[in-house]
C-alpha cells in the first residue's frame, strides 16, 4: 500500500538524488568542454522545463473540461521551435554576444541600458511568475493528499497538516535546494551546467511516468483508443464543439507561444544556458516531438478518468489517482515521482532567473548609488553581496508563491492559474519583437507599452483571481470601481460578450502595441539607444557588434582591474587584463585601456551584474573624458549631415555637368543639321540650275529667227522635255522625302505579302533588265511573308535597289542575285550585283541625301535621294535597310522586315 510518508521519503530521495546528479554534473562540464552535458540532447531536454505539473496534471484535467483546448499548450511552443530561425536564433545570437543575462537584461541592453526598464520588467516578471510558482506547490501537496486519501492509513504522519503547512515545507526545501545549486558563482552568464544536467533528467523522469501512466490506463484499462472514445462518446462526453477553435482557442495558443519566449526560466534555459548556437537546430525539431509525446495519451487518460472515477473526481489528478485505483501502488509513485519532476524543475529554474533579475537590476543600481558602491572593501564586497541578494531573493519569491498559494487554493483547476502567469509575461513580447526588428522602437515606447500592458493584465486577469477570497475583489468584479460599470474588470472599456482570458489578452497587448508604436513614433532615441538598436537588429550582419561604449577617458588600467577584481573575482579578472596585454604586446601594468578593451570589460562585467549595472559601474569609473558619448553621437549626427549636404551638392554638381554636355551636343547636332542644310540646298541648287541652264539654252536658240532645220528643232524640243522631266522628278522626290522625314504624308501600315511586292519590282524592272544584258540570279526564296507596310512604297524600295544595281554594274557580263528567306521573326532580302561595288569610305555617306555612288569617275545620273527615301519608307514599316557583306564582288543591300 502506497502510502504518504513513502511518498515523502520517495520525495526527500529523489530531490538527493537531483543534488548529486546537479554536483557530479557541474564538476563534469567544467572539467571538459567537450562533455555530453554540452551536447544538443541535454540542452533540448532542459527546455522542457515548460513541461511543468500543468502539463503533467492540469493537461489532462484541461482536457477533461474543455476538450480538444489543452492541445494549445503544446501549439504555441511547437510554432516557435519550427521557426526557430527567425526569432530564437537571433535571441540567442544576441544573448552570446551581448552577455545577457536575463530577459530584463535583454530589454534593458536593447533599449539604451535603461535599469529603469530593467526594474520594470523585473517586477512584473516577479509578479507574473508567482500564480505560477503556487501552481507547482498546489500540484504538489494536491498529489501527496491525493495519495493520503487512497486509502486507510495511508495518510501516516500527515494526520492533522492541512495543505498550507504542507506546500510550506515543500517551498522551503526547493528554496534550499536552488540556493545551494543555483547561486554557487556570481556570474550569471555562466551556464548552470549541473543544474541543466538536473533538469534534462527530469524530462526524462516525467516524460517516463506520463507515457507509462498513459499505456497502462488507455491498454491496460481502458481496451485501446477506440473502446475509451467509444465509451466517452456513449456517456454523451464531447471533446470537441462549434466554439473549440474560437477566439480563445487562439488567444491560449499566442500565450503559449509568447511564454516559450517571454517566460524568465525558458529565457534561462533557451538562451543563457545555450552553450552553442547550433543546438537550436536538434532542437527546433527535438523539443515538438517530446511535446507529442507528453500530450498523446492526455485526451484517453482524460476520457476513462470522466467515465469511471467517481463523481466529483478531481479530473487535475487523473494521472495519479487512476493508479492508485487499480491498486498500481509501484506505477502510482512513478506518476508522483513525475509531477514531482515537473513541479520542481520549474520552481528551481525560475527562482534562478529572477532572482538574478532582482540582485542585477534592483539591488545593485542601490549600491552603485551609494558614495561606498565602489572603492571600499576587500575586493569580494560586490561578490558576496550579489550572492546574499539571490540567495534572499530566492527565498522571497517562493514565499510570495507560497502566499497567493494560501490566499487562492480555494480553485480546484490548475490550467486558469498557469493562464494568469502565461498572459502576465506576454506583456514582453512586444518590447522583444520591436526591439529585434524595429530600429525606432523607443525606450519610452516600450517601458510605456509594458507598463500599461501590465496595468490592463493586473485588472482585468490577476485582480479577478482574488474574487472568491476577497470581498472587495468581488464587489468590484460586478459594480466596478466607484460603481463605473464601464471599467469592470471582466468588461473593460464596455466589452462584453467576451471570454475573460480573451477579454484580458485582447485590451492588454492591444494597448501594449499601440502604446510602443504611438510612443515610439513620437519620441527621440538617445545615442546609446541607437547604437544598441543597431546592434540587436543587424546582429548577423559583420561590424554590427561594437567594440564598446565609451570615449577613452580618464580611468587607467588599475582602476578598471580594481572594478574587475570586485565583481568578476582575482582570477577571472587577472586573466582578462593578461590577455588584453597579451594582444597588445606589453606588460599588464603598461596596458593603456582602449575603447575597445573597455567595451569587452563591460560585457564581462555585465555577465555577472547585468548590462544596465555593468554600464552605470564602468561610467564612474571612465570619468573626465573631454567630451561624452552624446556630445560624440552629436558630433557624429553634425558630420554625417554635412556629409549628406556635401552628397547632395556633388549630386547636385554632377547633374549641372550632365545638363550642360547634354546642352553642348544638342547645340553640336543643331550646328551640324545648320551645315546639313546648306549642304542640302547647295545640292538643291545645284540639281535645279543643271536642268534649267539646258532648258534656257535651248530655248532661247528656239526663239532666235536663224536657219534650223526639223531635225534640230525636234533634238531641241526633246531635251527640253527631257530636263523638265528631270527636274520634275527631282521636285518630287524633294517633296516626298520632305513629307517622310516630317511624318506629313498620310501613312498607315497594314499586314502585306512582301514576298509579292519584291516579285512585283521583279517585273517591273524585268525589261530594264533585258535592255542591260543583265542576269538575275534567283536564290533562297521564301514563300509569302506578312509583314505590317505599304504595298506599293515596298514595291518602290525594290525597285529603287534593283535599279542601282543596274546604274552602277559595270561588269562585262553583269550579274544580280534576288534571295529572300524569314529568320528570327524578320522577313530579310538580299539584293546583291557584281559590279565595282562601294568604295570604303562611301560606305557611311551612301544613304545621306545627295550621295550617289560613283562609277568610273563619273557621276550617274540621279539626284542622290533614292536610297536616302528608300530608308525612310523601310523606317517607316519597323525595318531596316543597310550593306550587307555578299559572296558577290559588288554591292548587297539588305532589307529586313519584322514578320507578323
Same mark, same amino acid.
Given at each position: 500500500?502506497?502510502?504518504?510518508?513513502?511518498?515523502?521519503?520517495?520525495?526527500?530521495?529523489?530531490?538527493?538524488?537531483?543534488?548529486?546528479?546537479?554536483?557530479?554534473?557541474?564538476?563534469?562540464?567544467?572539467?571538459?568542454?567537450?562533455?555530453?552535458?554540452?551536447?544538443?540532447?541535454?540542452?533540448?531536454?532542459?527546455?522542457?522545463?515548460?513541461?511543468?505539473?500543468?502539463?503533467?496534471?492540469? !493537461?489532462?484535467?484541461?482536457?477533461?473540461?474543455?476538450?480538444?483546448?489543452?492541445?494549445?499548450?503544446?501549439?504555441?511552443?511547437?510554432?516557435?521551435?519550427?521557426?526557430?530561425?527567425?526569432?530564437?536564433?537571433?535571441?540567442?545570437?544576441?544573448?552570446?554576444?551581448?552577455?545577457?543575462?536575463?530577459?530584463?537584461?535583454?530589454?534593458?541592453?536593447?533599449?539604451?541600458?535603461? +535599469?529603469?526598464?530593467?526594474?520594470?520588467?523585473?517586477?512584473?516578471?516577479?509578479?507574473?511568475?508567482?500564480?505560477?510558482?503556487?501552481?507547482?506547490?498546489?500540484?504538489?501537496?494536491?498529489?501527496? /493528499?491525493?495519495?493520503?486519501?487512497?486509502?486507510?492509513?495511508?495518510?501516516?504522519?500527515?494526520?492533522?497538516?492541512?495543505?498550507?503547512?504542507?506546500?510550506?515545507?515543500?517551498?522551503?526545501?526547493?528554496?534550499?535546494?536552488?540556493?545551494?545549486?543555483?547561486?554557487?558563482?556570481?556570474?550569471?552568464?555562466?551556464?548552470?551546467?549541473?543544474?541543466?544536467?538536473?533538469?534534462?533528467?527530469?524530462?526524462?523522469?516525467?516524460?517516463?511516468?506520463?507515457?507509462?501512466?498513459?499505456?497502462?490506463?488507455?491498454?491496460?484499462?481502458?481496451?485501446?483508443?477506440?473502446?475509451?472514445?467509444?465509451?466517452?462518446?456513449?456517456?454523451?462526453?464531447?471533446?470537441?464543439?462549434?466554439?473549440?477553435?474560437?477566439?480563445?482557442?487562439?488567444?491560449?495558443?499566442?500565450?503559449? =507561444?509568447?511564454?516559450?519566449?517571454?517566460?524568465?526560466?525558458?529565457?534561462?534555459?533557451?538562451?543563457?544556458?545555450?552553450? +552553442?548556437?547550433?543546438?537550436?537546430?536538434?532542437?527546433?525539431?527535438?523539443?515538438?516531438?517530446?511535446?507529442?509525446?507528453?500530450?498523446?495519451?492526455?485526451?484517453?487518460?482524460?476520457?476513462?478518468?470522466?467515465?469511471?472515477?467517481?463523481?466529483?473526481?478531481?479530473?487535475?489528478?487523473?494521472?495519479?489517482?487512476?493508479?492508485?485505483?487499480?491498486?498500481?501502488?509501484?506505477?502510482?509513485?512513478?506518476?508522483?515521482?513525475?509531477?514531482?519532476?515537473?513541479?520542481?524543475?520549474?520552481?528551481?529554474?525560475?527562482?534562478?532567473?529572477?532572482?538574478?533579475?532582482?540582485?542585477?537590476?534592483?539591488? *545593485?543600481?542601490?549600491?552603485?548609488?551609494?558614495?561606498?558602491?565602489?572603492?571600499?572593501?576587500?575586493?569580494?564586497?560586490?561578490?558576496?553581496?550579489?550572492?546574499?541578494?539571490?540567495?534572499?531573493?530566492?527565498?522571497?519569491?517562493?514565499?510570495?508563491?507560497?502566499?497567493?498559494?494560501?490566499?487562492?487554493?480555494?480553485?480546484?483547476?490548475?490550467?486558469?492559474?498557469?493562464?494568469?502567469?502565461?498572459?502576465?509575461?506576454?506583456?514582453?513580447?512586444?518590447?522583444?519583437?520591436?526591439?529585434?526588428?524595429?530600429?525606432?522602437?523607443?525606450?519610452?515606447?516600450?517601458?510605456?507599452?509594458?507598463? $500599461?500592458?501590465?496595468?490592463?493584465?493586473?485588472?482585468?486577469?490577476?485582480?479577478?483571481?482574488?474574487?472568491?477570497?476577497?470581498?472587495?475583489?468581488?464587489?468590484? *468584479?460586478?459594480?466596478?470601481?466607484?460603481?463605473?460599470?464601464?471599467?469592470?474588470?471582466?468588461?473593460?472599456?464596455?466589452?462584453?460578450?467576451?471570454?475573460?482570458?480573451?477579454?484580458?489578452?485582447?485590451?492588454?497587448?492591444?494597448? +501594449?502595441?499601440?502604446?510602443?508604436?504611438?510612443?515610439?513614433?513620437?519620441?527621440?532615441?538617445?545615442?546609446?539607444?541607437?547604437?544598441? !538598436?543597431?546592434?540587436?537588429?543587424?546582429?548577423?550582419?559583420?561590424?554590427?557588434?561594437?567594440?564598446? +561604449?565609451?570615449?577613452?577617458?580618464?580611468?587607467?588600467?588599475?582602476?578598471?582591474?580594481?572594478?574587475?577584481?570586485?565583481?568578476?573575482?582575482?582570477?577571472?579578472?587577472?586573466?582578462?587584463?593578461?590577455?588584453?596585454?597579451?594582444?597588445?604586446?606589453?606588460?599588464?601594468?603598461?596596458?593603456?585601456?582602449?575603447?575597445?578593451?573597455?567595451?569587452?570589460?563591460?560585457?564581462?562585467?555585465?555577465?555577472?551584474?547585468?548590462?544596465?549595472?555593468?554600464?552605470? *559601474?564602468?561610467?564612474? $569609473?571612465? &570619468?573626465?573624458?573631454?567630451?561624452?558619448?552624446?556630445?560624440? *553621437?552629436?558630433?557624429?549626427?553634425?558630420?554625417?549631415?554635412?556629409?549628406?549636404?556635401?552628397?547632395?551638392?556633388?549630386?547636385?554638381?554632377?547633374?549641372?555637368?550632365?545638363?550642360?554636355?547634354?546642352?553642348?551636343?544638342?547645340?553640336? /547636332?543643331?550646328?551640324?543639321?545648320?551645315?546639313?542644310?546648306?549642304?542640302?540646298?547647295?545640292? $538643291?541648287?545645284?540639281?535645279?540650275?543643271?536642268?534649267?541652264?539646258?532648258?534656257?539654252?535651248? &530655248?532661247?536658240?528656239?526663239?532666235?529667227?536663224?536657219?534650223?532645220?526639223?531635225?534640230?528643232?525636234?533634238?531641241?524640243?526633246?531635251?527640253?522635255? /527631257?530636263?523638265?522631266?528631270?527636274?520634275?522628278?527631282?521636285?518630287?522626290?524633294?517633296?516626298?522625302?520632305?513629307?517622310?522625314?516630317?511624318?506629313?504624308?498620310?501613312?498607315?501600315?497594314?499586314?502585306?505579302?512582301?514576298?509579292?511586292?519584291?516579285?512585283?519590282?521583279?517585273?517591273?524592272?524585268?525589261?530594264?533588265?533585258?535592255?542591260?544584258?543583265?542576269?538575275?540570279?534567283? =536564290?533562297?526564296?521564301?514563300?509569302?511573308?506578312?509583314?505590317?507596310?505599304?504595298?506599293?512604297?515596298?514595291?518602290?524600295?525594290?525597285?529603287?535597289?534593283?535599279?542601282?544595281?543596274?546604274?552602277?554594274?559595270?561588269?562585262?557580263?553583269?550579274?544580280?542575285?534576288?534571295?529572300?528567306?524569314?529568320?528570327? =521573326?524578320?522577313?530579310?532580302?538580299?539584293?546583291?550585283?557584281?559590279?565595282?561595288?562601294?568604295?570604303?569610305?562611301?560606305?557611311?555617306?551612301?544613304?545621306?541625301?545627295?550621295?550617289?555612288?560613283?562609277?568610273?569617275?563619273?557621276?550617274?545620273?540621279?539626284?542622290?535621294?533614292?536610297?536616302?527615301?528608300?530608308? /525612310?519608307?523601310?523606317?517607316?514599316?519597323?525595318?531596316?535597310?543597310?550593306?550587307?557583306?555578299?559572296?558577290?564582288?559588288?554591292?548587297?543591300?539588305?532589307?529586313?522586315?519584322?514578320?507578323?
Amino acid at each position: 500500500m502506497l502510502s504518504a510518508d513513502f511518498v515523502i521519503i520517495s520525495a526527500v530521495v529523489y530531490v538527493g538524488l537531483l543534488f548529486v546528479l546537479a554536483y557530479f554534473g557541474d564538476r563534469r562540464a567544467r572539467a571538459s568542454k567537450t562533455s555530453f552535458l554540452h551536447s544538443p540532447a541535454v540542452y533540448t531536454l532542459s527546455i522542457s522545463v515548460y513541461c511543468t505539473s500543468w502539463t503533467f496534471y492540469g !493537461a489532462v484535467g484541461n482536457a477533461a473540461r474543455s476538450g480538444l483546448e489543452f492541445l494549445t499548450i503544446y501549439l504555441g511552443p511547437t510554432i516557435v521551435f519550427v521557426g526557430w530561425w527567425f526569432v530564437l536564433r537571433k535571441l540567442v545570437r544576441i544573448g552570446r554576444t551581448q552577455a545577457i543575462t536575463s530577459i530584463a537584461d535583454l530589454l534593458s541592453s536593447r533599449y539604451g541600458k535603461s +535599469n529603469r526598464l530593467a526594474v520594470l520588467i523585473t517586477l512584473i516578471a516577479v509578479i507574473g511568475i508567482t500564480p505560477y510558482i503556487a501552481l507547482q506547490l498546489k500540484a504538489i501537496t494536491s498529489s501527496i /493528499q491525493a495519495v493520503a486519501a487512497s486509502s486507510e492509513g495511508a495518510r501516516g504522519s500527515l494526520a492533522g497538516v492541512d495543505d498550507g503547512a504542507l506546500a510550506f515545507g515543500i517551498a522551503a526545501g526547493m528554496a534550499l535546494f536552488t540556493i545551494l545549486f543555483g547561486t554557487r558563482n556570481v556570474d550569471a552568464k555562466e551556464q548552470h551546467h549541473g543544474v541543466v544536467a538536473a533538469i534534462a533528467f527530469e524530462a526524462v523522469i516525467k516524460l517516463t511516468a506520463l507515457l507509462a501512466v498513459g499505456i497502462f490506463v488507455t491498454f491496460g484499462l481502458g481496451g485501446g483508443f477506440e473502446a475509451i472514445y467509444s465509451r466517452a462518446a456513449a456517456a454523451g462526453i464531447e471533446i470537441y464543439s462549434d466554439n473549440t477553435f474560437g477566439s480563445r482557442f487562439l488567444a491560449m495558443t499566442i500565450l503559449s =507561444g509568447a511564454a516559450i519566449i517571454c517566460l524568465p526560466r525558458q529565457f534561462q534555459i533557451t538562451v543563457v544556458e545555450n552553450s +552553442n548556437e547550433n543546438h537550436l537546430r536538434t532542437a527546433g525539431w527535438a523539443f515538438p516531438a517530446y511535446l507529442l509525446l507528453m500530450s498523446i495519451f492526455t485526451m484517453p487518460i482524460a476520457l476513462y478518468g470522466l467515465t469511471n472515477m467517481p463523481a466529483g473526481a478531481n479530473p487535475d489528478m487523473f494521472v495519479l489517482t487512476l493508479p492508485l485505483a487499480a491498486g498500481q501502488s509501484g506505477l502510482a509513485l512513478l506518476a508522483f515521482i513525475g509531477g514531482f519532476s515537473s513541479a520542481t524543475s520549474m520552481i528551481i529554474v525560475a527562482s534562478i532567473a529572477l532572482s538574478i533579475m532582482v540582485s542585477n537590476h534592483i539591488i *545593485m543600481p542601490i549600491v552603485l548609488r551609494s558614495s561606498s558602491g565602489i572603492g571600499q572593501g576587500d575586493g569580494r564586497g560586490v561578490t558576496r553581496l550579489l550572492l546574499i541578494s539571490r540567495r534572499i531573493s530566492i527565498a522571497l519569491i517562493l514565499t510570495l508563491g507560497f502566499l497567493y498559494f494560501s490566499l487562492t487554493g480555494d480553485s480546484d483547476a490548475l490550467a486558469p492559474i498557469g493562464l494568469i502567469s502565461f498572459a502576465g509575461v506576454a506583456q514582453f513580447l512586444p518590447a522583444i519583437l520591436a526591439g529585434l526588428y524595429w530600429r525606432d522602437a523607443s525606450l519610452k515606447g516600450a517601458a510605456t507599452g509594458v507598463f $500599461v500592458g501590465f496595468v490592463v493584465w493586473a485588472w482585468t486577469m490577476f485582480l479577478p483571481s482574488f474574487e472568491t477570497v476577497s470581498p472587495v475583489v468581488a464587489r468590484l *468584479m460586478v459594480e466596478g470601481p466607484w460603481g463605473i460599470g464601464f471599467l469592470r474588470p471582466e468588461h473593460l472599456f464596455g466589452l462584453d460578450g467576451l471570454d475573460p482570458l480573451v477579454h484580458s489578452v485582447f485590451w492588454s497587448l492591444f494597448l +501594449n502595441v499601440f502604446m510602443l508604436v504611438v510612443v515610439s513614433l513620437f519620441t527621440t532615441q538617445s545615442a546609446l539607444e541607437r547604437i544598441q !538598436a543597431t546592434v540587436f537588429v543587424d546582429i548577423f550582419r559583420r561590424g554590427a557588434v561594437p567594440q564598446g +561604449n565609451f570615449i577613452r577617458g580618464s580611468a587607467t588600467a588599475n582602476d578598471l582591474y580594481f572594478v574587475a577584481e570586485r565583481v568578476l573575482g582575482e582570477r577571472r579578472a587577472a586573466a582578462l587584463f593578461e590577455t588584453a596585454a597579451r594582444e597588445s604586446g606589453v606588460e599588464p601594468a603598461q596596458l593603456d585601456p582602449s575603447p575597445e578593451f573597455i567595451g569587452r570589460l563591460e560585457r564581462e562585467l555585465a555577465g555577472s551584474i547585468g548590462a544596465a549595472s555593468a554600464h552605470v *559601474m564602468l561610467s564612474k $569609473v571612465v &570619468s573626465g573624458s573631454d567630451v561624452s558619448l552624446e556630445e560624440v *553621437m552629436q558630433m557624429a549626427d553634425e558630420t554625417q549631415q554635412v556629409i549628406q549636404y556635401s552628397q547632395q551638392l556633388e549630386l547636385t554638381s554632377a547633374e549641372l555637368r550632365s545638363t550642360a554636355q547634354k546642352l553642348e551636343d544638342a547645340n553640336a /547636332q543643331l550646328r551640324e543639321l545648320d551645315g546639313q542644310k546648306d549642304d542640302f540646298l547647295s545640292q $538643291v541648287s545645284h540639281e535645279v540650275r543643271t536642268p534649267m541652264t539646258s532648258i534656257r539654252s535651248f &530655248s532661247e536658240i528656239l526663239l532666235e529667227p536663224g536657219d534650223l532645220d526639223d531635225g534640230q528643232r525636234q533634238r531641241f524640243v526633246s531635251t527640253i522635255h /527631257q530636263e523638265s522631266l528631270r527636274l520634275t522628278k527631282l521636285l518630287d522626290e524633294i517633296l516626298d522625302l520632305s513629307a517622310l522625314e516630317r511624318g506629313e504624308r498620310a501613312w498607315e501600315n497594314r499586314p502585306t505579302d512582301a514576298e509579292a511586292a519584291l516579285a512585283r519590282a521583279l517585273g517591273v524592272c524585268d525589261a530594264l533588265l533585258r535592255q542591260r544584258g543583265m542576269t538575275v540570279e534567283l =536564290g533562297p526564296r521564301t514563300r509569302a511573308a506578312m509583314v505590317d507596310g505599304d504595298a506599293d512604297r515596298l514595291c518602290q524600295v525594290f525597285i529603287n535597289l534593283i535599279s542601282n544595281a543596274v546604274k552602277y554594274n559595270d561588269a562585262e557580263q553583269p550579274v544580280m542575285r534576288v534571295s529572300s528567306l524569314v529568320r528570327s =521573326g524578320h522577313y530579310v532580302v538580299d539584293i546583291a550585283d557584281n559590279g565595282g561595288g562601294i568604295a570604303k569610305g562611301e560606305r557611311k555617306l551612301i544613304f545621306r541625301k545627295f550621295s550617289r555612288g560613283r562609277h568610273n569617275g563619273t557621276d550617274q545620273s540621279g539626284a542622290g535621294l533614292g536610297l536616302t527615301i528608300s530608308r /525612310q519608307i523601310i523606317t517607316r514599316m519597323n525595318g531596316t535597310l543597310e550593306l550587307a557583306p555578299s559572296a558577290l564582288p559588288g554591292a548587297c543591300f539588305r532589307v529586313r522586315l519584322p514578320v507578323i
